[in-house]
């Protein structure tokens, strides 16, 4: 197979490539209002982890799959928690997927993932999906963050890096299992959500 060529980051940290101000305002807002629709078939929930926990950040998904966590764990589920399916990934999400990965397969999931002013997640992996050799993208909308990534097993030196609206973030190769997460938002730095607040999604191919 003839392989495409891959976009250059403006940024690479840790194995990890930021492409800054990928999307305009324009692109930004054609997006919210898609994610508008999907909040509409598939509302935000508050997730729990098994130990009963609520999380900070709201989620809902796209895609034939859903990533959701509640007393039993986490893990990808066909439905919502309220029985529906989840909606489809719209098309401006995954133009983005192949602009920045166009070799590899298309995903399967989209995790919307909103943050208030106070939401946080903690250092994790991405770790529960079948095929570890298909990268992770991440879209940055609204709200500033500042996202830490550290290092393929837990602890040790992190370095970090404020995402901004239009942000995408690949995963991927040697870096797919880095750790990762959000330590901040900084509350109104962006006119985008009319609420404020940030949303990122994560692409990835589950199963
Ligand atoms: C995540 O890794 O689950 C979310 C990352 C982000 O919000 O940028
Ligand atoms: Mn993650």
């Given at each position: 197979m003839v392989k495409k060529m891959e976009p250059t980051p403006s940024l690479?940290?840790?194995?990890?490539?930021?492409?800054?101000?990928?999307?305009?305002?324009?692109?930004?807002?054609?997006?919210?209002?898609?994610?508008?629709?999907?909040?509409?078939?598939?509302?935000?929930?508050?997730?729990?982890?098994?130990?009963?926990?609520?999380?900070?950040?709201?989620?809902?998904?796209?895609?034939?799959?859903?990533?959701?966590?509640?007393?039993?764990?986490y893990r990808y589920e066909p439905r919502h928690p309220e029985g529906s399916n989840w909606p489809p990934i719209p098309e401006s999400v995954l133009a983005v997927w192949s602009q920045v990965v166009p070799n590899a397969r298309m995903p399967d999931s989209c995790l919307v993932n909103f943050y208030d002013a106070d939401a946080r997640m903690g250092m994790h992996q991405d770790r529960d999906e079948a095929d570890l050799e298909q990268p992770v993208v991440s879209i940055s909308l609204g709200d500033d963050a500042l996202f830490r990534i550290g290092n393929l097993t837990r602890g040790g030196k992190t370095e970090s890096v404020w995402l901004k609206s239009g942000d995408v973030l690949v995963i991927g190769g040697a870096a797919r299992l880095v750790y990762h997460g959000i330590d901040r938002i900084r509350a109104g730095s962006s006119k985008l959500l009319p609420d404020g607040g940030r949303i990122n999604l994560t692409l990835r191919v589950a199963r």
């Open positions: 690479c940290i840790r194995g990890v490539s930021i492409f800054q101000g990928l999307l305009d305002s324009a692109a930004q807002m054609e997006m919210v209002a898609a994610l508008r629709e999907v909040a509409r078939m598939a509302p935000f929930f508050r997730p729990v982890t098994s130990r009963g926990q609520s999380m900070s950040v709201r989620m809902t998904s796209a895609g034939q799959v859903g990533w959701v966590s509640d007393r039993r764990g």
